[in-house]
């Protein structure tokens, strides 16, 4: 059975009829039928919802805002539900609300109650809503009439004029009541997802169901049933699991749960390794980050994943676990063929541990897509040169979107180490080293010739990026 508030009322849940979703349980089984459902892939934000969640420092809460179509119903437990029907008070609009009213922010309505939750989310915080953290906010929303400059101007200014509203008012009572059901036994719901919380209970789970899957955050598995009309088999969730959640810097490495949402792991991440800022941020939307883990891009072994690229060029190691011990693999070793991994029955990834960069190491991380928001990589492209007095010392790379696994370019660093990174031979043997290297598909996103020129491009503009860096760390400091 798994525990939640609903709002403010908590609801005990030991089964559920209506599908795998929270969205079709909040349709089907409350009549919430403002949560919409228009792609069923995480796509569109139709079906935007909040949850209410205890943060890290255990005395508040945090609100995100998640694609209720891809949210398994056995996610909710220890959180709260919020839907667009739990805003007004009375009849009176939440501010959120009142400001799209005001700034005609909506015409057939649709996307609204998505979007209303969005803005919602971001209401909660207190990010200075700049253009940058409203686009952000509003990343997975799509509205195909309004047209966005209304929808972005009303949440600027609500964002710009926060007030208290009724759930800060009731969030030690709410704080209390999440912290209560964070303390019960759960472990199983509806007999098709187990949730355990200790490396043991795994262990055994994962023995006693051998066709069982692992599920993280759901945002690939759950498009299993709701685009290929799956049966999903019986599944074990990494949510409770808190030595899959933990963050750990030392000296020389910074460590990474699996478990992790993107969202949560994002300042840590960018904190040491500036340069995956824009990548992160174009991962899917940010209500996808709020629930996608780090251990699912990873595991999934995609070839358009965006985060394999990164682990291959910090040459990061995976640490798997089977419940009684561990084991560090290299990602260079981990993707073995086309989505399948070094992983073996009875193990899961535990955390990711990611190298810190030497001072002398130049890194850079590029994402080609159709769109600039919300899409998967045509190409992606990860590099990291180590340059010392001008001569190269390493080169580590990272590529999606170009073979059937995330993977290196060995040859760069074979054929360019030892050179003069100012040397224009660099530029022009790497473009043509890398459009030599592999040999990529045509599909819907990109063809073959497509990603082959991008990426011989990506590299060339690497190396000029990296001469403008090395220019302004030699240049003479001017003292007046
Ligand atoms: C709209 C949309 C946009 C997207 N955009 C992007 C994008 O821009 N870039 C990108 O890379 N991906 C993108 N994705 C794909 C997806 O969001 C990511 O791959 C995500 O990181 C998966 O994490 P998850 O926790 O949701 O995985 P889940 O769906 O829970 O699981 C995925 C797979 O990993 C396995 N797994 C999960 N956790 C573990 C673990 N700890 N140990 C072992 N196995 C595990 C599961 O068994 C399953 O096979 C997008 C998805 C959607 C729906
Ligand atoms: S219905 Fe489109 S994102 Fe959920
Ligand atoms: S108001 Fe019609 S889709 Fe946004």
Not at 161 to 188: G, M, S, Y
Not at 189 to 216: C, E, K, T, Y
Not at 317 to 329: L, Q, S, V
Request: aromatic share 6%; charged share 20%.
């Amino acid at each position: 059975m798994i525990e939640f508030l609903l709002n403010n009322e908590r609801v005990s849940l030991e089964e559920c009829d209506s599908g795998i979703s929270v969205q079709q349980y909040l349709r089907q089984q409350h009549r919430l039928t403002g949560t919409k459902e228009g792609c069923a892939a995480g796509d569109c934000g139709a079906c935007t919802i909040v949850l209410g969640e205890i943060t890290t420092n255990d005395n508040a809460i945090a609100y995100r805002s998640v694609n209720s179509c891809i949210t398994l119903v056995a996610n909710l437990h220890g959180k709260q539900v919020l839907t667009v029907e739990h805003l007004a008070k009375g009849n009176q609009l939440h501010p959120v609300q009142q400001a799209l009213v005001d700034h005609h922010g909506s015409q057939c309505g649709f996307c609204t109650p998505g979007i209303v939750m969005s803005m919602f989310s971001l209401y909660h915080t207190d990010i200075q809503p700049s253009r940058e953290a409203v686009n952000k906010a509003l990343s997975g929303n799509l509205c195909r009439c309004t047209g966005y400059r209304p929808i972005i101007d009303a949440t600027t200014e609500v964002c710009e004029n926060r007030q208290p509203d009724q759930f800060n008012a009731a969030e030690q009572q709410t704080l209390a009541i999440l912290k209560e059901i964070r303390h019960k036994h759960v472990d199983v719901f509806a007999n098709r997802v187990h949730l355990p919380d200790s490396r043991q209970a795994m262990a055994i789970l994962l023995a006693a169901n051998p066709s069982a899957r692992l599920v993280g955050g759901s945002t690939d598995l759950a498009l299993e049933a709701t685009q290929q009309l799956k049966t999903l088999p019986v599944l074990i969730s990494t949510q409770r699991m808190q030595d899959c959640r933990q963050i750990t810097i030392s000296d020389d490495t910074i460590s990474v749960g699996a478990a992790l949402p993107l969202s949560y792991i994002e300042a840590v991440l960018v904190e040491h390794f500036p340069a995956l800022h824009e990548l992160i941020e174009r991962f899917a939307s940010l209500p996808i980050r709020n629930q996608a883990t780090l251990g699912g891009n990873v595991a999934n072994a995609s070839p358009i994943g965006d985060m394999p690229p990164v682990l291959l060029a910090l040459n990061a190691c995976i640490e798997a676990d089977n419940g009684t011990t561990t084991r560090i693999i290299p990602a260079s070793e981990f993707f073995t063929g086309y989505r399948q991994t070094q992983l073996i029955q009875g193990e899961w990834i535990k955390a990711i541990h990611f190298p810190r960069l030497s001072p002398n190491t130049h890194l850079r991380a590029y994402k080609v897509s159709k769109r600039h928001e919300d899409d998967i990589s045509a190409v992606c492209a990860v590099f990291a040169v180590t340059i010392e007095n001008d001569v190269i010392t390493a080169i580590a790379s990272g590529f999606g979107g170009v073979a059937a696994t995330p993977v290196s370019c060995n040859e760069l660093a074979i054929q360019l180490m030892g050179k003069s990174w100012q040397d224009e031979h660099v530029r022009k043997r790497g473009q043509h080293i890398l459009m030599a290297a592999f040999n990529p598909i045509d599909d819907v996103r990109a063809s073959a010739s497509y990603r082959k020129q991008v990426l011989g491009n990506l590299w060339q503009r690497f190396w000029f990026e990296t001469q403008s860096d090395l220019l302004v760390s030699t240049r003479v400091p001017h003292y007046a």
